[in-house]
């Protein structure tokens, strides 16, 4: 149990348009979800911090307008990455905690993002 | 001082060998301790969760956390190659779901046949 996956796995785009990276658990309802970025040989950066049914919540330094992040149900959240520019090409995971369960996060396999 | 400490090594170590991962934090308030295993180009898998000081054994892993010290230890018995990965601790001083985890920058071990 509690398996989340992340689609697509791997995007390669354009310098100026939007990607969208969705994030779903898939054998357990998640109150909340966490997007992190990470860089190469670095660790996991916090970037939202998304509740369903609200407005997400951003670490200092993360443009919210820029990484636009919906939380429609206790399944599934999205980041959008919009105007995209090479700087933004990285590794991005979600997480995702069961409702009502311990102090748990589960990770997606991440979404490789290459800006070109 | 950063709020999670842990050093990148790299760490290499021959097949069988017992492995020693180590990280130090800085809040008291942190109750929550969690070893993640994260394999290259892939998402953390969860290894261990602790709460508070004490020890947890799981098969080959033994995590330990001394809370006066402020230091998380992970133990692996019988390393073997697939271990080869990099291990990430993370805190939280939040109760349920909700918390936010602050990860070390992680070991990356690698374990020679």
């Known amino acids: 149990g509690a398996v989340v996956s992340q689609h697509p796995s791997w995007v390669i785009c354009k310098s100026g348009t939007s990607v969208k990276i969705e994030c779903r658990s898939l054998d357990f309802q998640a109150t909340t979800m966490f997007w992190y970025r990470q860089f190469p040989k670095q660790s996991l950066m916090l970037m939202a911090t998304s509740n369903e049914g609200s407005k997400a919540t951003y670490e200092q330094g993360v443009e919210k307008d820029k990484f636009l992040i919906n939380h429609a149900s206790l399944t599934l959240s999205t980041l959008t990455v919009t105007s995209a520019h090479p700087e933004d090409s990285s590794f991005y995971i979600c997480?995702?905690?069961?409702?009502?369960?311990?102090?748990?996060?589960?990770f997606g396999p991440g979404t490789r993002l290459t800006v070109l | 001082q950063k709020e999670v400490e842990q050093d990148p090594g790299p760490l290499s170590v021959p097949e069988g060998a017992i492995v020693s991962l180590n990280c130090t934090y800085s809040?008291?308030?942190?109750?929550?301790f969690m070893w993640y295993r994260q394999y290259s180009r892939k998402g953390p898998e969860l290894l261990m969760y602790t709460y508070s000081s004490g020890n947890k054994e799981d098969g080959r892993f033994t995590a330990q956390v001394d809370k006066s010290s402020k230091y998380i230890s992970l133990f692996i018995r019988d390393s073997q190659p697939s271990d080869s990965a990099t291990y990430l601790c993370?805190?939280?001083?939040?109760?349920?779901?909700?918390?936010?985890?602050?990860f070390g920058k992680g070991t990356k071990l690698s374990v020679k046949p």
């Open positions: 997480s995702a905690g069961r409702a009502g369960g311990a102090n748990e996060q589960f």
């Open positions: 809040n008291s308030a942190f109750q929550y």
């Open positions: 993370a805190t939280t001083g939040y109760g349920g779901s909700q918390g936010n985890l602050i």
